[in-house]
């Protein structure tokens, strides 16, 4: 089974940058896509980024320009870099891993930009 560990988040200012990192373990299998989504309280969970077993990145349009999604196959872990942070990127960012069998989440990391 695959479980996934985000870190990263905190308080930041707007403008201000912020890294998560998602490690993978266990049975990893054939990676469909690795990807970081959003939920703020009250909202339904949305795609940030994603980025396929080939290396092709998807952003929101909120996000684009602004985040970059990368992979470190050998370490199987994935980055969200997050700069020029807004207010409107508060949320709890959770990472996503499709193998083709299942969908697995991440507990999340509270990601909070101060105006």
């Known amino acids: 089974q695959v479980q996934l560990v985000e870190s990263g988040g905190g308080l930041v200012q707007a403008g201000g940058s912020l890294r998560l990192s998602c490690a993978a373990s266990?049975?990893?299998?054939?990676?469909?896509?690795m990807g970081w989504y959003r939920q703020a309280p009250g909202n339904e969970r949305k795609l940030v980024a994603i980025?396929?077993?080939?290396?092709?990145?998807t952003y929101a349009d909120s996000v684009k320009g602004r985040f970059t999604i990368s992979r470190d196959s050998a370490k199987s872990t994935v980055y969200l870099q997050m700069n020029n942070l807004k207010p409107e990127d508060t949320a709890v960012y959770y990472c996503?891993?499709?193998?083709?069998?299942?969908?697995?989440w991440g507990q999340g990391t509270q990601v909070t930009v101060s105006s």
């Open positions: 266990g049975r990893i299998g054939s990676i469909k896509a």
């Open positions: 996503n891993l499709n193998n083709y069998y299942a969908n697995y």
């Open positions: 980025i396929t077993s080939g290396s092709s990145t």
